[in-house]
Nanobody
Framework: QVQLVESGGGLVQPGGPLRLSCAAS????????MGWYRQAPGKQRELVAT???????NYADSVKGRFTISRDNAKNTVDLQMDSLKPEDTAVYYC?????????WGQGTQVTVSS
């Protein structure tokens, strides 16, 4: 089993930064990719950023140049540094871990961008 716990969400002003962290535990040896997704009210869950076990990184076009995903293998954490936040970034952010066709999800952390 894989357990994922997100932290770091909160209220931030437009243009401000926020850093999210995902702590993973359990059977992690076969996990191929980890990443962040988000879901705003009334919208589908969408990809934000992913990082593979080989270090390849992929970002959604909407966050390129503003968000940075990173991994700390010693601590089993995956972070998302968010800069230049916009109101449209407001959503529940979910940590994700994937093994072939099996997905594991955290409970999510709320990010609200508002003045």
């Amino acid at each position: 089993q894989v357990q994922l716990v997100e932290s770091g969400g909160g209220l931030v002003q437009p243009g401000g930064p926020l850093r999210l962290s995902c702590a993973a535990s359990g059977t992690l040896a076969s996990i191929n990719v980890m990443g962040w997704y988000r879901q705003a009210p009334g919208k589908q869950r969408e990809l934000v950023a992913t990082i593979t076990n080989g270090g390849s990184i992929n970002y959604a076009d909407s966050v390129k140049g503003r968000f940075t995903i990173s991994r700390d293998n010693a601590k089993n954490t995956v972070d998302l540094q968010m800069d230049s936040l916009k109101p449209e970034d407001t959503a529940v952010y979910y940590c994700n871990a994937k093994r072939v066709w099996i997905n594991y999800w955290g409970q999510g952390t709320q990010v609200t961008v508002s003045s």
